[in-house]
């Protein structure tokens, strides 16, 4: 165990600095994406179901998905951590490191790695991400998320040391590019729904792949192996090709999403260089206390967020659209530290009924919640 918790000491070290330099990374834009198809070798072979192994169908998807982009983002570099039924090690730890060790080698931009999921029941079904965290339920009842079958997957954190030193390492992601991983896990998301897919909820997980790779990063599972018409539909050419596009469809997604997050910059370096007048200050008349108190603003709620900026914006920037001086600006952790939203709601349900008006400009909006000025945790 002490050994244990001097290697993750290590790697949280190199990690907190390395992920300064992966942040920086992002603002070049995506050139590199590293897919890793879960599982392989004969150590390794994952869930099987009537003959059916998940390393096969985890490689026949990666293969599609990295030639989609070689056709059609020529300008991506795609790294694969293997292309064959291979293992890296006979320790699933050693084997999990060599992959996080092929994806940091590369320089990646983009961490992808695609698995297939299973259940007791046959009853489960439907596509989930996972990204590096921990949930509040699973600080409570660790022991139970070290599911039996996968228990060499994830990180132990019944030991205090090593947990306090993971629980650095989330904590330092909202500062590099943890809302990087968040962000491409709702674009899959978005992409798997249009494709008619059901989708499980993005759920943080302390995976041991994703916590040694220092970039963004997401885990997706593609179906369940133990629900027989999801495991007809993967093993199917037509539903391959289908899993395919709705990665690589939310892949292109994220690819002009950093882009989008490039031209803010760009935006915002190009009118500090220009003085600003300042507005000319009008008197308004004191507000009776009635109306002073309707026009108070609430102290928490739901909001619908738009862009993030490195910078502050004004409130008529061109990049808002038809919502020109109707954001509102909230503050939270990391580089892109401003948030631009739309709308104060009372509840989700409500934030969510306006939601598709506002994905009509942004289609990539999506509801968050805030504490006065800023972005809630």
Known sequence: MRRLVFIISLCVCFALSANGAGAENIARGVRVIVIDAGHGGPKFPGAHYRGIYEKDLNLKVALKLGALIERELPEVKVVYTRKTDKQFSESLTKDLQARADIANK????????????????????????????????????????????????????????????????????????????????????????????????????????????????????????????????????????????????AVKDYVNFVRGMQLVEECDDATTQAPVEPAPVVSEPALQPAKAAAAKKPSSGYTIQILASTKRLKSNDWQFKSYKNKVIELRSAGRYRYKYCVGRYATQAEAKRALSQVKKSFGDAYIVRYEGDAIAR
Do not use: W
């Open 106 to 249: 590369a320089e990646g931009d983009l961490f992808f790695s695609i698995h297939t999921n299973a259940a007791p029941t046959a009853a489960a079904r439907g596509v989930e991400t996972l990204i590096m965290g921990e949930s509040p339920l699973e600080q409570r009842i660790n022991d139970e998320v070290l599911f039996a079958n996968n228990k060499e997957e994830f990180i132990d954190m019944s030991d205090q040391r090593t947990a306090a030193i993971v629980r650095a390492y989330i904590s330092n992601l909202r500062f590099t590019y943890g809302e990087y991983s968040e962000a491409m896990a709702r674009l899959l998301e978005k992409n798997y729904k249009q494709a008619g897919r059901y989708v499980r909820k993005t759920k943080p997980q302390l995976l041991k792949v994703l916590y040694a790779t220092n970039m963004p990063g997401v885990l997706t599972e593609i179906g369940f192996m133990s629900n027989p018409e999801e495991l007809r539909y993967m093993c199917s050419e037509k539903g391959q090709n289908e899993i395919a596009r709705s990665l690589f469809n």
